[in-house]
Nanobody
Framework: QVQLVESGGGLVQAGGSLRLSCVAP????????MGWYRQGPGNQRDLVAT???????NYGDSVKGRFTISRDNAKFTLYLQMNSLKPEDTALYYC?????????WGQGTQVTVSS
């Protein structure tokens, strides 16, 4: 069973920072676009950021300038550095792998930002 394992979530005050990590099997990490998505209470799952195998990035409008996505291809690990966090960033954050045959998802890590 393919597993993506997220970590790094937690409770932080507004204005603070967190760094999320996602470890994936090499078979679905290597060369594929990886991404972070989030789902707040009562909301749909939205794009946070993606990064291609070559390192090109794309961000959701609400996080541009505050969040940075990166990947370590040697460690098969995806990161999301989140700065200047706001209460509206509170959500369950999911790691995603876009392979040619399907998408894979992690179980999610909770981020809660208090005002």
């Amino acid at each position: 069973q393919v597993q993506l394992v997220e970590s790094g979530g937690g409770l932080v005050q507004a204005g603070g920072s967190l760094r999320l990590s996602c470890v994936a099997p090499g078979s679905i990490f290597r060369g594929n676009t990886m991404g972070w998505y989030r789902q707040g209470p009562g909301n749909q799952r939205d794009l946070v950021a993606t990064i291609t195998g070559g390192g090109s990035t794309n961000y959701g409008d609400s996080v541009k300038g505050r969040f940075t996505i990166s990947r370590d291809n040697a460690k098969f690990t995806l990161y999301l550095q989140m700065n200047s966090l706001k209460p509206e960033d509170t959500a369950l954050y999911y790691c995603n792998s876009q392979t040619p045959w399907r998408h894979y998802w992690g179980q999610g890590t909770q981020v809660t930002v208090s005002s």
